[in-house]
């Protein structure tokens, strides 16, 4: 059973960086394609950036573009978000999630439809 946990939320400044993590205790993150996603107050869930488990590539949203970065830690069975230059438009609730289908998902966008395993979410505040 797909069991998915976030990790790493924090409250951070202007400018900060923080790094989130994706762990998933039952299942090998590596034959899945895992996307982030937020949600701030009053706004739907958005795609963040997704990495495909077959090609490797990676996909962001434009307002993330050159700031996050998405990667899978083998070792830990993880799949992190790097996230630099942080801005208070950035803080959500942020998410990690997998599809049904090994290697499914992540070619032409980060598109909740594609999802169907979400953990729980953790916190990102940005604010001075």
């Known amino acids: 059973q797909v069991q998915l946990a976030e990790s790493g939320g924090d409250l951070v400044q202007p400018g900060g960086s923080l790094r989130l993590s994706c762990a998933d205790s039952g299942f090998d993150l590596n034959y899945y394609t895992v996307g982030w996603f937020r949600q701030a107050p009053g706004k739907e869930r958005e795609g963040v950036a997704c990495i495909n488990a077959v090609s490797g590539n990676t996909i962001y949203v434009d307002s993330v573009k050159g700031r996050f970065t998405i990667s899978r830690d083998n070792g830990k069975n993880t799949v992190d978000l790097q996230m630099n230059n942080l801005k208070p438009e950035d803080t959500a609730v942020y998410y990690c999630?997998?599809?049904?289908?090994?290697?499914?998902?992540?070619?032409?966008?980060?598109?909740?439809?594609?999802?169907?395993?979400w953990g729980q979410g953790t916190q990102v505040t940005v604010s001075s």
């Open positions: 999630a997998t599809p049904q289908v090994m290697g499914y998902g992540c070619w032409d966008g980060v598109k909740l439809e594609e999802y169907d395993h």
